[in-house]
């Protein structure tokens, strides 16, 4: 798939945290090599904790640090953060509103052979429900910095989604992120299509095939999921009467929901997603994968084709 | 000292006072566990705790965390007698718009440190709080109250784990060991003997003392602050409803509120003991 993994990228922005501000601590179980957390260990021994494999205890010892003025930045893969210890992560971070970003890495079906068991595919389901909780899901190592940067500075809890294998470059180095706001890569007219993550760049892709066959989609970036840009969501569904999302993630409960919510409410068009369809995973490269479960540019192709013939 | 003691007696006293009073006019709450736990509150937040009511979020303050959640009246009733807010709050507890939820809420109560009701989750926050303030290398410490059912959940053992690997000298729990949850006697409903053996193990420091005997709660919270290589636990031997006949080692008492005239009872036979820690 190319490019540098999101992980990496984040790896890296902790190193740049850690020096800049001396109330970043970083976390992890027991998998600091596989979520790059091991370059903050190696750079700030004595900020960096190793709570051992006991991810509800990752959580809880976040909180207290965080209670005490820190700056936590919990990792481990997505499955176990937001799945093992969802409770912890309610009751503990969120109903406090404590200042904890967790860093979930190796989410989604890319996870590749490790299997359905460590393939997190409803994460942001889990974590969007949640008050006070925001979730952001970067396309590529640029956005990853930017919001691993971004969330240091907001006040309260943040859901940071990375992935385990390399991803293209979508955006230029210097971009900047704001909560609450998408990016609108691509302009079009005929068709949205919604995407984060490694969807984003596939998104690209599907609108360069679809306009060989004359149809204009305007591509939005949402990886604000939590606060979603509301306003861009309107606004572009007004514009192509027809919207199509993309998540390396369920169809339930993920992305392809929260735009379903927003428009149904506000501006009612069909919605078509591309995503998981309620199934778990299994073992394969991640490019099988994605080819199987239906996640690729094809894919957002013939959901647009779909969107199409859905449109009044 | 005997003078400190048995102002210590009347507070814990006049805690078991409000805990009736404030379970009795919500006609809710958990009056058995509160009541087992006033004698170690009363030593916390009279003797030995560093806070300010005046200024609670002060950096180098003691923490205390009710990992026990459900014990909430004892906590409000002494931060309300310590003065972190005022005692008229206290006939709000658990009604609408009041900030004395069923269980704490750091972000509505003055003094209250940590969020807690979901079992265990509160220890391990105790926990990340001494590894914070450790890093800041901060006079502080960090009290937490365990119950004797809630060491079932896995997350405390994780917790323990934690504290004793990274040397949590700071750090003092205190298990309020009344031998009765909701379901039953701890040991028949899921036994945790050998407790002391666990902790030990563990890697902490284990004090067994009876929780209703004041100098042996103060003798055990200063030996725990000696402790330099690790955590402590002191494992406090209580009875659930301590101090209300009609209430001890009764396990219906868990999470029921007591009747008009019960509340009658309950205080005058409290109001008597008092007059009598007076006499003595």
Known sequence: MGGIATREAYGKALVELGQENPKIVVLDADLSKSTKTSDFAKAFPERFFNIGIAEQNLMGVAAGLAAVGKIPFASTFAVFAAGRAFEIIRNSICYPKLNVKIAATHAGLTVGEDGASHQAIEDLALMRVLPNMQVFVPADAAQTRAIVRKAAEIEGPVYIRLGRSGVPEVFSPDIRFEPGRGTVLKEGKDVTIVALGIMTAKALEAAKMLEAEGIAARVLDMASLKPIDRELLVESARLTGAVVTAEEHSVIGGLGSAVAEVLSEEYPVPVVKVGVKDVFGESGTPSALLEKYGLTARDIVAAVQKALTLKR | ?280
């Open chain 2, 1 to 280: 000292m005997q003078e400190e003691i048995l102002n210590l007696k009347l507070i814990a006293n006049q805690l078991r006072q409000h805990v009736i009073k404030m379970v009795g006019e919500a006609n809710s709450g958990h009056p058995g566990g509160s009541l087992s736990a006033a004698d170690i509150l009363a030593v916390l937040f009279f003797k030995e705790m560093r806070i300010d009511p005046a200024n609670p979020k002060w950096q180098d303050r003691d923490r205390f965390v009710l990992s026990k959640g459900h014990a909430s009246p004892v906590l409000y009733a002494a931060l309300a007698e310590r003065g972190f807010f005022p005692k008229e709050w206290l006939s709000q507890f658990r009604k609408i718009n009041s900030p004395l939820q069923g269980h704490p809420d750091m972000k509505k109560v003055p003094g209250v440190e940590m969020s807690t009701g979901s079992l265990g989750q509160g220890f391990s926050t105790a926990v990340g709080m001494a590894l914070g303030l450790k890093l800041d290398r901060s006079p502080a410490r960090v009290y937490v109250l365990l119950g004797d059912g809630e060491i079932q959940e896995g997350i405390v053992w994780e917790a323990a784990m934690a504290a004793a690997h990274y040397k949590l000298n700071n750090l003092t729990a205190i298990l309020d060991y009344n031998g009765l949850q909701i379901d039953g006697p701890v040991q028949e409903v899921m036994n945790p003997e050998p407790v002391a053996d666990k902790w030990r193990s563990f890697g902490f420091k284990v004090i067994t003392i009876d929780g209703h005997n004041i100098p042996e709660i103060i003798n055990a919270i200063d030996a725990a602050r000696q402790h330099l290589e690790g955590p402590t636990i002191i494992i406090a031997k209580t009875i659930k409803g301590k101090g209300v006949s009609f209430m001890e080692n009764r396990v219906e008492w868990h999470g029921s509120a007591p009747k008009p005239e019960q509340v009658a009872e309950a205080l005058s036979e409290l109001q008597a003991r008092r007059e009598k820690l007076w006499e003595e």
